[in-house]
């Protein structure tokens, strides 16, 4: 690369922050372009499909082009782009509205879209197609998740001769491999690629086509969002059928932590709290927590340590361990409040579980951006019994509100929550390792003993807030990545 030239990065997600989010990746996706934009010799575009959550938030978008024709073997083949200037990177994002003007972003309750192979492929086309259009032409393309992995198989076996992408670089990011996009055969025919992808070296996955494997096998280089996470992938126990692909990439395969924004994240100026605070003055805290008292219909002036926990209802963050360790906890003078929304399975047993512990647990099934804020500023703790977690966003703004994070050993849990050592007063949390009723007891009652002990509690609230996961260190190691990928 030339001293003067820009290099010029793609960024695709499904999700994208204050656009459109159903987790932490649209989190990531709203906040890494934009600092990555501050480094002088980076330009970065995003895209992402134009959904009706979008649509809704009647945003100033500007259309861009119209009636682009796709080469796409179905009956939709035309789409629109429009262009919306985020806080530090312009976002273009794919109007189809037969694929994307619907309620939810991916499904319902009850089940994914059985359409969401052929939409996330449209996308993946129709993302490759408006570079050209836009003459936008990417030194790397950084796609991420299953939805964007297929970007890389039309890169490496439909447009291979394409002069356009010849000299392109690929990184593909994990933030959850659990997710895969299966798909029946048929697929491959449906969205333009090649049926000889159906094999095990390529796209081929117990009888079905993988799209994660796209991201995996044909990007030059892969990373996932903590370094643990991407050590835990290679395992079987871990690995969701997939570590032998990964085990073989491993030294293509990076962990780079996520950062959190602390300009959007900031409880010295968030405008969702009834009252603001920092490390000097943690008076605005104690406002919060009686709000958020009120809120669960609690007694405000309780002195109970409230536990908080926001989470995506899903296998994935350990309700079922929180759902068999309930009595216990409630054994402790606790509040426990709740805020998540997705299966049903969990929802129900949750409603079931408030039912009757309704003078301790706060539950409200919603995704409500404010009260999850109010629940980071306003509780004591914070509590993630996950399963696994590839990193994981809420313990970050936990810290940065002033709230202890009570943590499974996992992931990027494990990578950003250090255990409280009252001897040496080191650490910012509580963490445990078996998945497991007396572990997460254990870790409970550790953090209990030391609520409103001093000089320990004051300790570990300063730990909390002074940790730093700004997104600054992060975004310049993706981009010593990009560099790095680029002299491959
Ligand atoms: P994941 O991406 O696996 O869901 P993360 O911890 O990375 O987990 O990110 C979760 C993000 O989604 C955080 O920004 C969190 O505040 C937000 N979130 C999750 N559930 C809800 C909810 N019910 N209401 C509001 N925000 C939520
Ligand atoms: C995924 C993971 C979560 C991670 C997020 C952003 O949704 O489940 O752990 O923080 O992506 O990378």
């Known amino acids: 690369m030339e001293k003067s030239k820009k290099l010029k990065i793609v960024f695709l997600s499904s999700e994208i922050a204050p656009l459109a989010k159903t987790g932490g ?9 934009k600092y990555l934009s501050r480094i002088d010799s980076v330009e ?3 895209m992402m499909p134009f959904y009706r959550e979008v649509k809704k938030k009647n945003l100033s978008v500007r259309k861009v082009l119209e009636n682009v024709n796709l080469d796409w073997p179905g009956k939709e083949k035309v789409f629109s782009v429009f262009e919306y200037r985020n806080d530090g990177f312009r976002v273009y994002l794919i109007e189809k509205d037969s694929y994307y003007d619907r309620d939810y972003l991916y499904g319902t309750p ?21 570079m050209k259009q836009l003459n936008f032409q ?24 394409d002069k356009f992408f010849q000299k392109t670089g690929s990184l593909f990011t994990i933030h959850n491999l659990a997710y895969q996009g299966l798909f029946p055969r048929e697929i491959l025919q449906q969205v333009g690629l090649p049926d000889y992808l ?29 370094p643990t996470y991407s050590l835990e992938i290679q395992t079987p126990e871990l690995g969701f059928g997939l570590d032998g692909v990964l085990r073989k990439r491993h030294d293509r395969l990076f962990g780079i932590l996520n950062g959190i924004d602390y300009q959007e994240w900031n409880p010295e100026t968030d405008p969702a709290l009834p009252a603001h605070y920092s490390k000097q003055n943690l008076a605005g805290k104690s406002v919060c927590r009686m709000e958020l008292l009120q809120t669960f219909n609690f007694p405000k002036n309780s002195p109970l ?10 296998g994935q963050k350990g309700f079922d361990l929180l759902a068999e360790s309930l009595e216990e906890i409630f054994k ?75 943590v499974r050993s996992t992931g990027g849990l494990k990578d950003s929550v250090e255990e409280f050592k009252p001897e040496e007063l080191k650490g910012n949390g509580f963490l445990f390792k078996e998945y497991e009723t007396p572990a997460l007891l254990t870790a409970i009652d550790r953090a209990l003993s030391f609520y409103q002990q001093e000089p320990f509690w004051s300790k570990i609230l300063l730990n909390a807030l002074i940790s730093d996961f700004s997104w600054e260190k992060s975004a310049s190691k993706y981009f010593e990545l990009y560099l790095k990928i680029l002299n491959f």
């Open 110 to 130: 009850t089940g994914d879209y059985p359409d969401n192979g052929e939409r996330f492929a449209f996308f993946c086309q129709a993302a490759l197609k408006t």
């Open 332 to 406: 402790r003078d606790v509040y426990l409040i709740i805020l998540g929304t997705g299966e049903q399975k969990i929802q129900d047993l949750l409603l079931e579980a408030q039912r009757k512990h309704s003078n301790r647990l706060g539950l409200k099934i919603a995704f409500d951006d404010r009260l999850a804020r109010l629940i980071y500023a306003g509780s004591d703790f914070f509590l993630i019994p996950s399963r696994y977690e590839p990193c994981g966003l809420t313990q970050m703004y936990s810290l940065r509100y002033g709230t202890v994070p009570i």
């Open 25 to 33: 990746l649209a989190d990531v996706a709203g906040a890494l372009p």
């Open 305 to 314: 340590p409230i536990i908080g926990m926001v989470s995506r209802l899903a």
């Open 44 to 46: 970065i575009i995003a």
């Open 198 to 226: 159906f094999n095990l070296e390529d796209l081929e996955f117990y009888g079905k086509v993988n799209f994660l494997k796209a991201g995996l096998l044909y990007s030059q280089a892969i990373n996932t969002v903590s």
């Open 138 to 161: 990417p030194d790397l393309i950084h796609a991420h998740d299953w939805q964007t992995a297929l970007t890389f198989a039309y890169l490496k076996h439909v447009l291979k001769d």
